[in-house]
Structures are given as C-alpha cells and as structure tokens.
C-alpha cells in the first residue's frame, strides 16, 4: 500500500478492518457476542451493541435474554418501534417470561399506551405473583389510570411480598391521602416510620396528611424534623411555612416562607402568608408590601383572593379609597357577597353620598347566605338608617 494516496489508504484500511471484524463475529459464538454487546452498551455504543446482537441474534433467534438486551438497545438508541418487536417476540418465544412481560408493560407504560401495559400488568401477575416491585408498578400505573381498587389491591399485595420496603406504604399512603382517606394513610405512614423513623419521604407525608387535616401542630414537628435532618424541599417549606403561621409562629414562618422565596421566586402565595404574619405583628406596611407582591407575581388562581386581602388590609388602616380599588377588582375577578360587604363599609365611611353604600349593603344582603349573624344584622340595620336619612334629606332639600 505505500504507492496509494494517504486518503486512500484510510479508506482500504477501513474496508480491511470491517471484511476482518465481519469474518470475526461469524466465527464468534452467541455469548461472546452478547458479551461484546453488553460491553459496547456499558461505552453508550448503540449502534455498535446492535449490530453485536443482531449478528448473535442470527445465531440464536429464540433466545429470549438475547431479544430483551437487543430491545433496551434498540430503546437506549431511540428505536422505539425496534425495540417494542424484540419484546413482543420475546413474549412470543416464551409466553411464561416474567422478566419480558415486565419490560414489555414498562414499555407501553413509557409510550403512554395504558391500556396494553394494564393488560400486560395483569398478565405478568399471573405468571409471577411472587415479585414486590412487579405489584408496585403496575399499582402505580392503575392509579394514574383513576383505577383505584386495583391500585390499592397491587400495593397491599407488594407489601406483604416486602413489608420491609418502604416504597409500597409510600405509595398507597398517597393514593389514600389523595383520596381524604386519612386513617388508612396515617395507619400506612406510622408503618413506614417504624422501620425508618428518620426517612424523608415518610415524614413529608406525616406532614402533608397532618396539614390537609388542620392538625398544624403535628404538621410543623414533622417538617421541622424533615428540615433538620437537611432534607426539606419546596413543597415542605409551603406546607411548614403555613402551618407555623396558623400556630401563631409568626417569626419562624416569616423565615421558613423567605427562604422559599429564596428558592423559588416566581411563588405568589409565600408573600400572601408574610403579609398576614405581619398582620398579625402589627407591621401594616410591611404587610402592605407583600400583599402587593403576591398580587405582582401570582398569574391567575389567587388574584382575586389576594386583592379582596389587601383591600381589607388597607381598609383596617382606615384607607378606604384604596381599600375599595382593591375590593371591587376582586369582587370582578370572583363574585362573592362577602366582597360586597366590606365594599359597603369603605363606601359608606369614605364617600358623603351613601347611595353607593346603600347599594352594596342591600346587594350584600341579597346575594348571602352567610352565618355570620353580626354582620348581617349590622348591614341591614345601617342600610334601613341610610335609607331613612336619605329620606329626610330629600324632604328638606324640597326635591320631592
């Protein structure tokens, strides 16, 4: 070769190098093929691990191990339809494959194509009953289906296979959390922190259940400890900030709730429950401040609720202009006679013309249902006091 071209003789020598390599794999037996092919899988070599196994394949084209690692490469390299064939015929050759059902179910599970991975769910059941994680899975995927009864039948049936893992009491705790069902999740989480009292995932659900259920003593020594073992997230930090807020602990929310901010700055609701800590310190400004920024950063969900807040906030300080902008932006965004009550009250202190005060009291009185019997008395009895001086005042002024 020391006449060719440097191009050229690149090229001869790859054209020798693959005539030597081809001839190579024929004279390999499968499972040094597979070998080759596992390694080349362990390099992220797709292509290369393919053609491994399909040169074995060739060899051996009922072999069941071969055809699933043939799959996960075919799948690792992006070719789905490739990848699904191997399986389907790995299922073929041996109907009573545990491993290839599973990864088959996986699969379809993968390809949002939920009714065949039930199906195949089921089947792999039948053929093995006796693997935790096969049950956890196919619970997992009846529950996002909405179908309940099985997911909670495939969870119970994986913890008594594992009653030492915690990933099954973890699971059914949520779906019965998720469901208000809080006595079979609480019996499932007491379980879980039996085995593990210090681990993360059990006790964020103690501590999720415990505030869903306004017990926000025992929801802020849960996430309290979550946080000390340096574990909390951002959900945690929500939950744990509100709940020392309703427990009257103030100062700790304001710096739980700050530091989520810290975290994740696009949250509105974090300084909506600042502004109602400092409420209740009596800071009016600063709470003026975070209702403002809940109302700058929230999209939709909380807008009204927000506003209807600051505008009651700055009605407190005897701000009632502002206080009304406020109100009646809220009470557009969600009407709610409530709204129109304290509409009415800013109405009927800040304008010398009480019809607009008239108006929002009866308008509130109209629309409620509420049991607050105070505020339903004073707005009818004021309305009926307007009404009259307003009467009067049309008589002296001669205008009827």
């Given at each position: 070769m020391k006449n060719l071209t440097p191009a050229f003789k690149g090229i001869a020598l790859a054209f020798a190098l693959l005539l030597a390599t081809s001839?190579?794999?024929?004279?390999?037996?499968?499972?040094?093929?597979?070998?080759?092919?596992?390694?080349?899988?362990?390099?992220?070599?797709?292509?290369?691990?393919?053609?491994?196994?399909?040169?074995?394949?060739?060899?051996?084209?009922?072999?069941?191990?071969?055809?699933l690692q043939l799959g996960d490469?075919?799948?690792?390299?992006?070719?789905?339809?490739?990848?699904?064939?191997?399986?389907?015929?790995?299922?073929?050759?041996?109907?009573?494959?545990?491993?290839?059902?599973?990864?088959?179910?996986?699969?379809?599970?993968?390809?949002?194509?939920?009714?065949?991975?039930?199906?195949?769910?089921?089947?792999?059941?039948?053929?093995?009953?006796?693997?935790?994680?096969?049950?956890?899975?196919?619970?997992?995927?009846?529950?996002?289906?909405?179908?309940?009864?099985d997911a909670i039948q495939w969870n119970l049936r994986s913890i008594e296979l594992d009653p030492k893992s915690l990933a099954a009491y973890h699971a059914l705790a949520e779906l019965w959390i998720e469901m208000r069902g809080f006595y079979p999740a609480d019996t499932l989480i007491a379980a879980a922190l039996a085995l593990d009292s210090n681990d993360v995932r059990s006790l964020y659900l103690a501590?999720?259940?415990?505030?869903?259920q306004q017990d926000y003593m025992d929801a802020v020594k849960r996430f309290r400890k979550l946080f000390d073992l340096k574990q909390g997230s951002a959900q945690a930090a929500r939950y744990h900030g509100i709940s020392l807020y309703h427990i009257k602990q103030y100062t700790e929310a304001l710096e739980v709730l700050q530091e989520l901010i810290a975290e994740a700055s696009e949250?509105?609701?974090?300084?909506?429950?600042?502004?109602?800590?400092?409420?209740?310190?009596?800071?009016?400004?600063?709470?003026?401040?975070?209702?403002?920024?809940?109302?700058?950063k929230v999209k939709v969900k909380n807008l009204a609720l927000y506003h209807e807040s600051l505008g009651i906030h700055l009605q407190s300080q005897s701000r009632d202009g502002d206080a009304i902008a406020h109100l009646r932006l809220a009470q557009q965004l969600d009407p709610d006679p409530e709204k129109l009550y304290h509409i009415a009250l800013?109405?009927?202190?800040?304008?010398?013309?009480?019809?607009?005060?008239?108006?929002?009291?009866?308008?509130?009185?109209?629309?409620?249902?509420?049991?607050?019997?105070?505020?339903?008395?004073?707005?009818?009895k004021r309305s009926n006091l307007l009404r009259r001086e307003a009467h009067f005042s049309e008589k002296e002024d001669g205008s009827k």
């Open positions: 001839g190579l794999w024929a004279s390999l037996p499968v499972d040094s093929l597979r070998q080759k092919m596992n390694e080349a899988l362990a390099k992220y070599q797709f292509e290369e691990a393919i053609d491994f196994g399909n040169a074995a394949l060739a060899l051996d084209s009922c072999n069941v191990g071969l055809l490469a075919h799948r690792a390299s992006g070719q789905g339809e490739l990848a699904l064939s191997c399986f389907i015929q790995a299922v073929a050759v041996d109907s009573l494959n545990a491993p290839a059902h599973f990864k088959l179910a996986r699969y379809y599970e993968n390809r949002r194509d939920f009714a065949e991975a039930l199906a195949t769910y089921k089947r792999l059941f039948e053929i093995d009953d006796s693997r935790a994680y096969f049950y956890r899975y196919g619970a997992s995927l009846a529950a996002k289906m909405g179908i309940l009864y501590g999720k259940s415990a505030y869903l949250l509105d609701f974090p300084h909506y429950y600042r502004a109602l800590c400092y409420q209740a310190l009596d800071d009016p400004l600063k709470a003026e401040a975070e209702f403002k920024a809940a109302i700058a800013s109405y009927d202190r800040w304008y010398a013309d009480k019809n607009m005060a008239i108006s929002a009291y009866e308008s509130y009185l109209h629309q409620t249902d509420s049991s607050v019997y105070e505020r339903v008395d004073y707005a009818s």
